[in-house]
């Protein structure tokens, strides 16, 4: 039974993650008080990891104000692009509205799309027409793939040619119902430095054979793999996100969340082998949850993430090139991401949205949680690092959270109420965990030692410090040691220094148990003889008083 130190201390930490999770407190450089989670699940106190750097509006970028930007991208060339969703260019028409922003890492402007050259493919315009005049393709739908400007992009993605650095830009065009591709020729020395983006490629709405007619075609974020494959992510798709050859032909669906295993299915597959069959097309299908959002790593593997409060499955996916969740075999898809417990708060429940996802070179992946503010970061092995960010109106809290980029050892979040770019710098503290995490997942346990024992001594709450210096002490034969670091940590841990330090014990400790043993069995022998030896002389006295009795009967 827990004790009342315990008691009082689980009671405090969650009070004071639940009160940090609703409000936002004012600080020099850090308007939101730092927690994280212990072994048991627990929100418990512990230092910052990233503190506000700066705040950056598109005044700040040279571009005016920005209007509901809903995503950012750092291409490979360090280069910052927004997708400005809600601009109104001055001389633009009603389905004008748009555009994307670029600058350099320093958020310097170094130009701005609002426009978009068709005559590059021509080819596809050709049979576009010829679509609307067979009647195949409405004169509305038409003028949307074929539309010079942008209508509402809602993602952004850049591929970076390693032979020439050339950059294919790639826009979700949500209204427009298209994708476009595009590159940049000039640069047009105005106010806001504009570029006409040469179009090479649109993808637009598969065939209908293909494709349901009734479901909606309005992209909302893009993605490119190293194969030149396009993926988009629809959110009315629930087979997973779409995705395209180079080319621009539909090649089928990619990455589908599974159907979470709800009473309501349990129940429904049980119905469903004892109904005919076709009561059980009467019945209501169970679909998965939508994607909401992905990213790419340097080794092709693609993340998703699913924004739906109501979801537990597949939060979280790393995918290969096949579309298998790798993260279900290594058991990584059972753990909690975002806040691990649901909150309830002034008659409000609160439960973490995941809307955005992003994974940097070292395969650092940030989560952005769309109900409470927060970024939450982890390792490539899913274990949590920092919890930062939160709900408000200092810098450093946010309205709306629509996107989050890192670039080196900064992360950089998109608020699309605010219409700003926040910048988070690492702190000391931060810059020591990723030096210890780094070194403990090469394996170099030993390394990690020092930098983990500095964690612990700036925040004794820092539960996975004690983990890499158990760690430490199991590969340097310190079984004793790493058995007390294991001890309210890890389970597993613990298990495996108790099983070295007892083979040690037992093989140092060899002669004196091999003498105990033959006293044992020399004491079991000596004892069994002697024992027979009495069991024998009563035996005979027994004999004897029986022969002594019946020659008295006989006389």
Not at 102 to 115: A, G, I, P, Q, W
Not at 151 to 167: C, Q, S
Not at 478 to 487: L, N, P, S
Request: net charge negative; glycine share 8%.
């Amino acid at each position: 039974m827990p004790s009342i130190k315990r008691i009082a201390v689980r009671v405090t930490a969650a009070a004071m993650a639940a009160a940090t999770l609703m409000t936002s407190v004012a600080y020099a450089d850090e308007p939101y008080t730092g927690y994280n989670y212990d072994w048991w699940g627990d929100p418990v106190p512990s230092q910052n990891g990233y503190v506000v750097d700066k705040v950056y509006t598109g005044a700040d970028m040279g571009v005016g104000a920005l209007s509901e930007p809903s995503d950012m991208f750092f291409s490979d060339n360090e280069d910052l692009f927004i997708a400005d969703t809600s601009y109104k260019p001055t001389n633009g028409t009603d389905t004008a509205k748009g555009r994307i922003v670029v600058t350099d890492s320093k958020f310097n402007l170094k130009y701005t799309v609002e426009s978009l050259d068709l005559s590059g493919i021509q080819d596809w315009l050709d049979y576009k027409q010829s679509e609307l005049n067979t009647g195949v393709l409405s004169q509305a739908d038409y003028n949307k793939i074929t539309n010079t400007s942008f209508n509402g992009p809602t993602g952004v993605f850049v591929d970076v040619d390693t032979d020439d650095g050339t950059e294919t830009i790639y826009v979700a065009d949500n209204a427009n119902d298209r994708v476009v591709a595009f590159e940049i020729d000039e640069i047009n020395d105005d106010q806001y430095k504009t570029a006409v983006g040469k179009v090479t490629t649109v993808y637009t709405r598969p065939p209908s054979n293909m494709y349901d007619s009734s479901v909606t075609f309005n992209p909302s974020k893009v993605l490119v793999d190293a194969a030149k494959n396009v993926y988009v992510c629809i959110k009315s798709i629930t087979k997973g996100a779409v995705v395209f050859s180079k080319e621009g032909d539909f090649n089928g669906y990619f990455g589908a969340n599974r159907v979470e295993a709800t009473g309501e299915v349990l129940l429904n597959a049980f119905w469903k082998l004892i109904f005919s069959r076709e009561q059980a097309k009467r019945m209501r299908r169970s679909v998965p949850v939508e994607i909401s959002n992905f990213d790419i790593d340097s080794d092709n593997f693609i993340y998703t993430v699913t924004e739906s409060k109501s979801a537990e499955t597949d939060i979280l996916k790393k995918l290969n090139s096949a579309g298998t969740n790798i993260y279900t075999n290594l058991g990584y898809s059972d753990y909690t991401f975002g806040d691990a417990l649901t909150k309830w708060y002034r008659g409000q429940t609160y439960s973490s949205q995941i809307t955005d996802i992003d994974v940097d070179a070292n395969g650092t992946i940030n989560l952005l949680d769309l109900k409470t503010g927060r970024v939450f970061q982890y390792d490539d092995e899913c274990n949590l690092l920092f919890i930062f960010g939160g709900i408000g109106q200092q810098k450093g809290t946010f309205n709306i959270v629509n996107a989050v980029e890192s670039l080196g050892d900064r992360v950089y979040v998109l608020d699309g109420r605010k219409c700003s770019v926040t910048v988070f710098k690492q702190t000391e503290f931060g810059a020591i965990v990723h030096q210890a995490m780094d070194l403990f997942n090469r394996g170099k346990y030993e390394e990690a030692r020092g930098p983990w024992e500095e964690v612990i001594r700036r925040d004794s709450n820092y539960w996975f410090a004690y983990i890499g210096l158990g760690n430490a002490y199991l590969n340097e034969g310190d079984y004793e040691t790493a058995m007390k670091y294991f001890y309210y940590n890890s389970r597993s841990g613990y298990n495996d220094a108790f099983k070295s330090w007892r083979m040690n014990f037992i093989r140092d400790n060899f002669t004196l148990f091999a003498v105990i043993i033959l006293v044992l069995l020399a004491a079991i022998y000596f004892i069994s003889v002697w024992r027979g030896k009495v069991r024998a002389k009563r035996n005979a006295e027994r004999e004897r008083l029986f022969k002594e009795q019946n020659k008295g009967r006989e006389d």
